[in-house]
């Protein structure tokens, strides 16, 4: 068993390098979840980037009759303040690790999980179709953060299928001086950046009218970026 585990280690940390990562990071999931904690694995700073988040979207006109997806909503850093604003069904919360999901309905309580009834999905393929509503509002903080390029993408051109019509999707990114060389494959704690073209790019490809917004304050720097449907 400690073989196999030492084994296990050394194929990660091979892989890591094989595709552009520190060989030194975290696992993705359960055994990440696990170290850091719930919090800290979605980059801490609990209440001051959910409040930031929240009064961005309530500045550019979110109301509570509003159907916002969160995507990437870990365990509900934002999704909290969005739940408790939203009308009842109206947040729908997607994340590829249900573990987080899972530490975000402890975080909301039971009395308002059953008021506020949000959809909460976990899935690794932006699954969107399986939401029973479509939003007219979609946020994904620190996403594409984490995302390589073919996965970003991914997430654009599946999100524009559901997206109602005028409907504006927010997404905050490192913003590189120049192309970079980011690693090929996603991962949970990793870091990637891309120009303002490049995201431009990737939105008009599929079918969004994207509009740099730049600064809005966060505390590591993450500019953003509005696709609108």
Not at 10 to 34: F, H, M, N, Q, S
Not at 100 to 108: D, Q
Request: glycine fraction near 10%; include cysteine.
């Amino acid at each position: 068993m400690r073989f196999a585990g030492r084994a296990l280690v050394a194929l990660r940390k091979a892989w890591r390098r094989a595709v552009g990562l520190p060989p030194e990071l975290l696992p993705e999931g359960a055994e990440g979840i696990e170290t850091l904690g719930p919090k800290e694995y979605v980059g801490g700073l609990w209440e001051e980037l959910g409040e930031l988040q929240f009064r961005f979207l309530l500045d550019q006109g979110l109301r509570p009759e509003h159907v916002l997806l969160d995507i990437g909503c870990g365990c509900l850093r934002g999704g909290i303040r969005f739940i408790r604003y939203l009308e009842p069904g109206h947040y729908l919360g997607m994340d590829k690790e249900a573990l987080l999901l899972e530490a975000g309905k402890r975080e909301l309580g039971a009395d308002l999980l059953r008021e506020k009834r949000p959809e909460l999905l976990a899935s690794g393929s932006f699954a969107f179709h399986r939401f029973s509503r479509r939003p007219q509002w979609a946020l994904a903080q620190s996403l594409f953060t984490h995302l390589c390029p073919r996965d970003l993408e991914r997430c654009l051109a599946k999100l524009r299928r559901v997206m109602l019509p005028d409907g504006a999707f927010y997404a905050t990114f490192f913003e590189a001086p120049t192309p970079s060389r980011n690693p090929r494959a996603s991962h949970s704690l990793g870091y990637f950046a891309y120009t303002r073209e490049e995201m431009e790019g990737f939105g008009a490809r599929h079918g969004w009218h994207p509009r740099y917004i730049g600064e809005w304050q966060h505390p590591r720097g993450q500019r953003m970026m509005l696709f609108r449907a």
